[in-house]
């Protein structure tokens, strides 16, 4: 599975939209991107995925870039419960069994 | 979705000692479960692949004879961590495929502590 490279904190004030960035520049093509959120001592939470277009859910929205290299997760409006670890995952989907290799993640402080 | 437990949330036990931790799938036939060990501040390590009425794969590094694990139903893992010692005090969190095969669901973790 390709390795992703994400800043390791980073700050954001509460109702602004957060912007989380992750390089994944050695991805292959079947390989989907998906983002976690680990708040502290829980186990983490799925987010969103996405191969190559954009997508959006009720909790965020995912860009790929379109050489699929790097991908940016968007919290629209940053609330003091989206304070986590945030980590980024590429995982390939035509293997047997698909696991996913955690990267250091970041951590986002969302200030009052 | 699919909604994962973990027994216990926390455990304290002595060196030397084993410990089992539980992982249930609550709604879902998990044919497959994930066990990850995470340390203070640091990221979430696979351990290992709990594969339901076979044995399980283990990553790299990881001891197979100290981790035993065991997936006797398709809702229920069990890591045994034997000989438990300072250093393997952790948390311990285990994960399934649910219905959305896209998606992982993470259990809330138990938390090791070896005096």
């Known amino acids: 599975d390709a390795k992703t490279t994400q800043p390791t904190s980073m700050d954001c004030a509460e109702g602004r939209a957060a912007n989380l960035p992750c390089n994944h520049s050695t991805i292959s093509g079947n390989e989907y991107v998906y983002w976690y959120r680990q708040i502290h001592s829980q186990g983490p939470q799925y987010i969103i995925h996405?191969?190559?277009n954009n997508e959006t859910n009720e909790m965020a929205s995912l860009i790929i870039t379109e050489d699929r290299k790097s991908s940016t997760l968007i919290l629209p409006h940053a609330t003091l419960r989206d304070t986590a670890v945030y980590y980024c995952?590429?995982?390939?989907?035509?293997?047997?069994?698909?696991?996913?290799?955690f990267g250091t993640g970041t951590r986002l402080k969302v200030l009052a | 979705g699919a909604v994962v437990s973990q027994h216990p949330s926390w455990v304290i036990c002595k060196s030397g000692t084993s410990v089992k931790i539980e992982c249930r799938s609550l709604d879902f036939q998990a044919t497959t479960m994930f066990w990850y060990r995470q340390f203070p501040k640091q990221s979430l390590m696979l351990m290992a692949t709990?594969?339901?009425?076979?044995?399980?794969?283990?990553e790299q590094g990881v001891e197979k004879d100290k981790f035993l694990i065991n997936h006797a139903s398709l809702t229920l893992s069990t890591l045994t961590v034997t000989s438990a010692h300072p250093e393997d005090s952790s948390f311990y969190i285990c994960s399934v495929y649910g219905d959305r095969a896209y998606e992982q669901y993470f259990g809330p973790g138990t938390r090791l502590t070896v005096t």
């Open positions: 996405g191969l190559k």
């Open positions: 995952i590429v995982r390939a989907t035509t293997s047997g069994t698909y696991k996913y290799i």
């Open positions: 709990s594969n339901e009425g076979s044995k399980a794969t283990y």
